[in-house]
């Protein structure tokens, strides 16, 4: 097997396990933050940024702090607010002093546009994963270099609706350059592939399964949710179909009597690469 497609296989094997869907629920809203941790998310997000009103931080951090002081049944990130902001440090010396045996699991930082932000939050918050929030046309600039600033950054994403704003543009197709620049600083920062951003229109349910099937496409896993009825369209979305196994199941066949390179019956062509893609899609297909 070539370099290329032993990479291809490193990476399957670790996407099998990386999380679909990620939850945001508001920081000051205990019941909706319980109730989140059942509804099948993969990750869980608290919000202490823009779903907490000005006068609802403290708070919020106090509801937070509670929330992550137990173990919890599945992995709590917390979105601090901008790391440019007065109320970033507030929310950092509250969740480092949270027990390390607690529900904390990572941290979202919002608004992130160089790499010195990520290696003084990784400072000031030790042995926290963090994951960046690009949201702006100097993040998207510098986002390999941020995708490489620290061994604590796990992970980089787009914030969209920010990023649109910036950047003045009105289409979605407007942000596909920005989208691929993030999924290729990514892979080429041996980081997970990113998930996308949030789809704001939680009743278009029509409209999040056509972006999830854009965004595959593109390269991002998985996705950003903001009702629990998203949940399902996102999970759908990004495993795979049943013509793409019986598809990675042909492809396996083939290869098990088959030595190098050849073309199915089909007319497909396999290699090792594709084999390894095939071991993905099945790899997917039985994820718990």
Not at 39 to 51: F, I, R
Not at 70 to 96: F, K, M, T, Y
Not at 236 to 247: D, F, M, N, V
Not at 264 to 281: C, E, K, Q, S, Y
């Amino acid at each position: 097997m070539t370099t290329n497609a032993t990479e291809t296989a490193e990476t399957s094997k670790a996407t099998e396990a990386l999380p679909l869907t990620w939850l945001y629920v508001p920081g000051d809203r205990p019941e909706v933050m319980a109730k989140a941790l059942v509804v099948g998310a993969d990750v869980v997000v608290v919000d202490l940024e823009d779903a907490v009103a000005p006068d609802r931080k403290e708070y919020a951090r106090a509801a937070t702090a509670d929330l992550l002081a137990e173990p919890l049944p599945v992995p709590v990130h917390v979105r601090v607010n901008a790391l440019d902001g007065p109320e970033s440090a507030a929310d950092l010396h509250a969740l480092a002093a949270l027990p390390a045996l607690g529900g904390l699991a990572g941290l979202r930082l919002p608004k992130v546009s160089s790499p010195a932000q990520i290696v003084r939050t990784a400072e000031s918050a030790p042995h926290l994963p963090l994951y960046a929030l690009l949201e702006s046309a100097l993040a998207v600039e510098h986002a390999y270099a941020i995708a490489t600033a620290h061994p604590a950054l796990r992970g980089i994403t787009l914030g969209e609706a920010d990023l649109r704003a910036d950047l003045g543009v009105r289409d979605d197709a407007g942000l596909d350059w920005p989208r691929s620049r993030v999924v290729l600083a990514a892979r080429a920062a041996g980081l997970a592939p990113p998930p996308q951003s949030v789809h704001p229109d939680v009743r278009d349910l029509a409209g999040l399964a056509a972006s999830c099937a854009h965004g595959r496409a593109l390269g991002f896993f998985g996705r950003a949710a903001i009702h629990p009825r998203q949940l399902a369209v996102i999970e759908a979305a990004y495993l795979p179909t049943p013509e793409e196994i019986e598809t990675a199941e042909s492809v396996l066949e083939a290869a098990a009597s088959h030595a190098g390179a050849q073309a199915l019956p089909d007319g497909r062509f396999i290699d090792p690469a594709v084999v390894a893609g095939a071991h993905r899609t099945l790899s997917l297909a039985h994820r718990d």
